[in-house]
């Protein structure tokens, strides 16, 4: 499907516009190192502009009527200013790692304007070592993190000399701006076409009840695993507390192949891996905060895209959420593991993600207080104490005008009172960890970042140890 003028939200991105507050920001992205002197500023701007056509999505905005059943459409900004969207600023002296997360947490601490395009790249000069870097920032209602690595297409390339991007079509010519008219017009075209879908759905079942009827018990089974997680809520946490609308952040790169030892040690994914080490860190946080483990066992809200092969790179939101659990209250690294690879075993099996995208297909006839209702408990601190998210990325070099990416550190979001979120992501053999954390809750999200560190460092250890090991 082409990125249009006049494209309706789906439920799902709408929810992201539903949840945003003054102190809960919902944008997300990453920061990038570059090899390299940075490129000029023109140089710069024209690798994009001849790119965007790639992703027309960059030039919409949003436009609402009253009758847009709390979704509103994508239109063309017939104001589109590439300059207002890439930004140019440099670290003071010495340009060190510190300082390059301060200003990814001051970038990341703004909201962006909602009367323009949901979306800012920053290049950042003034690095150590011979490095530039670039931040990138858009809202969650525009793209989620798998569709992100599609659009990496926008700027990055497979090798240092590629052959040039150039639109062969017409130039981009905006559509005006729509009236009142136009806009409830496209409201009812997306409700008639959510219609259609429905009915088709309706014709479906009536020729092969037996599976609409197989499919029907199913996804009753999943809201009722969604709604029985609802009665039994995530504990009390300092992660859980009332945020301002600043932020910390810290990234943490490791191996992926670290990640490999250790599943290949003790079962498992590469996630579940993911997850024990972030459970371990934050078993050391509570005790270092003073709060008792026994018996903990925290939430996490863990993202898991629905978004087939065909459809990628055409943006939006192709996700649904499960609840993974985090046993804080096992002290044993590998036994810690287990427990989570179990119960992730346990969550895939169930039919938790298939509740979700039902919820989410009921949100498409939903007045406006309801979907705004739905996109609050969903995100529901009685639901999980923090989201931990881990995006896959490409295993090998990528370039930005013939300079290679060196590492990339992806930035999630906090939902209102969630006062940290991380997120994860694989690059060329990397495997980073970027912590996003309010400012006033976390001023020891250095110490949650060394945890990780040090709690990977013990499980890869574990691991050569049970391999050596004669049998």
């Not at 507050?21 to 990453?30: E, T």
Request: hydrophobic share 40%; charged share 20%.
């Amino acid at each position: 499907m082409p990125q249009r003028h006049l494209d309706r939200l789906t439920p799902v991105d709408a929810s992201f516009l539903h949840q945003e507050g003054a102190d809960s920001h919902m944008h997300i992205g990453g920061l990038t190192i570059v090899e390299g002197p940075p490129p000029r500023m023109d140089e710069f701007l024209e690798q994009i502009r001849r790119r965007l056509h790639l992703v027309p999505r960059y030039r919409h905005k949003l436009a609402s009527t009253a009758l847009d059943s709390g979704r509103p459409v994508w239109v063309d900004d017939p104001s589109f200013n590439l300059e207002y969207h890439i930004r140019h600023t440099a670290l003071p002296t010495p340009g060190g790692w510190e300082q390059l997360c301060g200003l990814t947490a001051r970038i990341f601490s703004q909201q962006l304007d909602r009367s323009k395009p949901l979306w800012e790249m920053w290049l950042i000069e003034g690095l150590q070592d011979d490095r530039f870097a670039l931040i990138t920032k858009t809202h969650h209602s525009l793209i989620d993190g798998i569709a992100g690595v599609d659009l990496a297409t926008v700027l990055f390339d497979l090798s240092p000399d590629p052959p040039v991007v150039r639109h062969t079509g017409r130039p981009w010519q905006p559509h005006s701006e729509p009236s009142a008219a136009e806009l409830v017009a496209a409201g009812i075209r997306g409700a008639v076409r959510t219609g259609l879908e429905l009915a088709e759905g309706a014709i479906d079942a009536f020729a092969h009840p037996e599976r609409a009827l197989s499919r029907a018990r199913e996804a009753a089974e999943g809201v009722g695993e969604i709604v029985w997680a609802g009665l039994n809520p995530a504990p009390e946490t300092p992660l859980n507390v009332p945020i301002g609308p600043h932020r910390r952040f810290y990234g943490i790169a490791s191996s992926l192949d670290d990640f490999k030892t250790v599943k290949n040690a003790f079962g498992g994914t590469v996630n579940d891996v993911v997850l024990a080490v972030v459970t371990g860190a934050l078993r050391t946080f509570l005790i270092s905060r003073g709060r008792r483990t026994e018996g903990v066992e925290m939430r996490a809200l863990v993202p898991v895209s629905v978004r087939v092969e065909d459809e990628h790179g055409q943006g939006g939101n192709r996700i649904v959420v499960m609840r993974g659990p985090l046993p804080v209250y096992i002290a044993d690294p590998v036994q810690r593991l287990r427990f989570v690879s179990q119960a992730m075993d346990g969550l895939k099996e169930s039919k938790q993600a298939l509740g979700a995208e039902v919820i989410a297909g009921a949100q498409n006839f939903a007045p406006p207080t309801i979907l705004a209702q739905a996109s609050r408990l969903n995100f529901s601190t009685r639901l999980f104490n923090l989201i931990v998210t881990n995006v896959p990325g490409p295993q090998f070099p990528l370039y930005v005008l013939g300079r290679e990416m060196l590492a990339a550190y992806p930035v999630a979001f906090l939902p209102e009172n969630h006062a940290l979120a991380i997120a994860i992501m694989s690059y060329n053999g990397q495997m980073n960890f970027g912590l996003l954390g309010d400012y006033d809750a976390l001023p020891d999200i250095g110490a949650i970042s060394d945890s990780i560190a040090k709690e990977l460092a013990t499980l890869v250890s574990l691991a050569r140890e049970s391999v050596a090991a004669p049998a």
